[in-house]
């Protein structure tokens, strides 16, 4: 072939990628049988070499069939998609480049919050404790009075609750399930067994975000009641759990407090490893975890137990923060984030 049907050959080429490019961007595919760009590799047949006009007609030839081929294969992509699709948030007849890129589904993974608390709750399992599922959505006699907070309590305005018109409240802890779980298991101690539940779940509370706190997070609820449970019951419950979690003995601190539901109240707190401190003050020292206690007489009664033969404990967890000091997480807003770089790490 003559130097000239080579640059003939380059030309095709760019056009080739000219086109596809055009092609790419069409909402019509069809219109790109008619693009000035291979009307003119045509004309370009006429004016060739007579010795390579055959070559140069067949590269331009192949070339436009090629195209074809293209606008029939994206014509069978538009056929597949039911015409039909109301759930689709996208018009069905949009072009294929005009539809949401999805991520492939062998990608995802598990949030590693949902990793932790499945590994969590197996813990507790072993331990002899039942898991209950909480819910999303409450009412004010699981948020407060079956927890002890008679009306115009001021302890009621600790818990930035959000609320509906008709009253319903998004839980602003995993508490509100302690009157259930005690009731759906009183059965249990006719039999000489306690009743020992975990409940996970989300709650949502009007809270400013920072570091370590969010308006919506999970926690993770204990109950256990049978006859004779004391302190001593409930502190060594949560340090076999802590260490199996952490896979080693972190310092522990439980600090008188005070909630309506249990009596006496603590808060727990666990020694901050060095990455996640600021500074070396006693504050940053501590990460409180959440409060425990045993749970108040008025409470087992709203359940109808009798408190003068059964004595329990409860405790209430933050996840995420238990999580934030197992991997060394400095700001728990991570979590919510979606931000790809942050959970692949986990997967
Ligand atoms: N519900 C309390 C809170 O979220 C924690 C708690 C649970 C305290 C159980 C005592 C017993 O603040």
């Known amino acids: 072939m003559t130097e000239g049907s080579t640059t003939g050959m380059d030309e095709i080429n760019k056009t080739r ?8 961007k069409l909402e019509d595919k069809k219109q790109i049988l008619k693009a000035v760009e291979l009307r003119k590799l045509y004309d370009g047949i006429r004016n ?16 436009k069939l090629d195209v074809q081929t293209w606008v029939e294969q994206s014509q069978e992509a538009d056929e597949e998609i039911s015409p039909i699709d109301i759930t689709a948030p996208w018009g069905v007849n949009s072009a294929a ?4 890129q999805f ?3 062998e990608q995802g993974s598990q949030h590693p919050l949902t990793t932790e608390i499945n590994y969590i709750c197996d813990i507790f399992q072993r331990m002899g404790f039942v898991v209950e599922e909480s819910r999303e959505i409450d009412d004010d006699f699981h948020m407060f009075e079956s927890l002890n907070f008679p009306e115009d309590h001021p302890a009621r305005d600790d818990y930035d ?17 302690q009157n259930r779980v005690m009731q759906k298991y009183k059965a249990n101690l006719d039999k000489g067994e306690p009743i020992a539940a975990v409940v996970p779940d989300r709650v949502f509370r009007n809270e400013d975000l920072d570091a370590t706190h969010e308006h919506t997070f999970y926690q993770i609820e204990g109950v256990y009641v049978s006859k004779n449970v004391n302190v001593g019951n409930l502190i060594a419950t949560l340090s076999t759990y802590m260490s199996e979690y952490y896979g080693q003995q972190l310092k522990t601190k439980l600090q008188p407090f ?7 109240s603590f808060e727990f707190a666990i020694e901050r490893p060095d990455v996640l401190r600021k500074d070396n003050s006693e504050e940053q020292k501590w990460l409180e975890l ?15 137990l009798d408190p003068e033969v059964y004595t329990g404990f409860a405790f209430g967890f933050g996840v995420e923060r238990m999580v934030m000091m197992k991997h060394g997480i400095e700001d728990v807003r991570h979590f919510e984030s979606a931000n790809l770089k942050f959970l692949r790490q986990f997967s």
């Open 17 to 24: 990628d000219i086109l596809r490019d055009k092609f790419e």
């Open 48 to 63: 060739a070499p007579p010795e390579d006009r055959a070559a140069y007609g067949q590269a331009v030839n192949s070339l």
């Open 97 to 100: 480049d005009r539809r949401p």
């Open 103 to 105: 991520l492939p589904a």
């Open 161 to 177: 609750t959000f609320m509906t018109d008709e009253g319903l409240i998004a839980p602003a802890h995993t508490s509100t399930m």
């Open 258 to 264: 005070y909630f309506p539901f249990t009596e006496p």
């Open 290 to 304: 959440g409060g425990c206690g045993m749970i108040h007489p008025n409470v087992m009664r709203s359940a109808g």
